[in-house]
T-cell receptor, first 114, second 112 residues
Framework: AQSVTQLGSHVSVSEGALVLLRCNYS??????LFWYVQYPNQGLQLLLK??????LVKGINGFEAEFKKSETSFHLTKPSAHMSDAAEYFC????????????FGAGTRLFVKA | DAMVIQNPRYQVTQFGKPVTLSCSQT?????MYWYQQKSSQAPKLLFH???????NEADTPDNFQSRRPNTSFCFLDIRSPGLGDAAMYLC???????????FGPGTRLTVL
């Protein structure tokens, strides 16, 4: 079965510290991978995506993610957290299983401490 | 700016009273999605349109219906809202199934 797992429903970091949000997927076919951010009472906004090509993907707001096929992972990182990064982050995978389907992870809420 | 617009942003309805949520887009995308998102959960796909083709998720209750009269507009109809239908409803669009999805700001539905 296809699935997306985000390790840690809550992550707390200090301002200026490294942000690492983990995402692992289960898929028997090559996936398209996405990270979205959601601020309170708003829709989701794309941070970055991997489709083909370079496995290290850079996104908006200083975020980046690396697709590691051998580890079936697509972890999101940012070298230095800012207070404005506090939000909910969703990893998503689009797979072809007789038709294209996007599966969202359960989300990770990022807290940034001053 | 090209965007996805949802109206209203907040909707209050009574138990069992039909309600319609609307979504419009200026992106000219051929795929439109409706998601239900409950508190602290991932968005759950209800259905999507690929052009005029309607695709219903297997576990979407019959209480939920959708219409897409043209490329730009898509509606979510809840025929008899129950208390469990209170949630944020997100509309999204994409240019093809595999591409990034562009989300509207959502409509928060309260059922009294």
């Amino acid at each position: 079965a296809q699935s997306v797992t985000q390790l840690g429903s809550h992550v707390s970091v200090s301002e200026g510290a490294l942000v690492l949000l983990r995402c692992n997927y289960s898929s028997s076919v090559p996936p398209y991978l996405f990270w979205y951010v959601q601020y309170p009472n708003q829709g989701l906004q794309l941070l970055l995506k991997y489709t083909t090509g370079a496995t290290l993907v850079k996104g908006i707001n200083g975020f980046e993610a690396e697709f590691k096929k051998s580890e079936t992972s697509f972890h999101l990182t940012k070298p230095s957290a800012h207070m404005s990064d506090a939000a909910e982050y969703f990893c998503a995978v689009t797979l072809y299983t007789g038709g294209f389907k996007t599966i969202f992870g359960a989300g990770t809420r990022l807290f940034v401490k001053a | 700016d090209a965007m996805v617009i949802q109206n209203p942003r907040y909707q209050v309805t009574q138990f069992g009273k039909p309600v319609t949520l609307s979504c419009s887009q200026t992106l000219n995308h051929n795929v439109m999605y409706w998601y239900q998102q409950k508190s602290s959960q991932a968005p759950k796909l209800l259905f999507h349109y690929y052009d005029k083709d309607f695709n219903n998720e297997a576990d979407t209750p019959d209480n939920f219906q959708s219409r897409r009269p043209n490329t730009s507009f898509c509606f979510l109809d809840i025929r008899s809202p129950g208390l469990g239908d209170a949630a944020m409803y997100l509309c999204a669009t994409s240019r093809g199934d595999t591409n990034e999805q562009f989300f509207g700001p959502g409509t928060r539905l309260t059922v009294l």
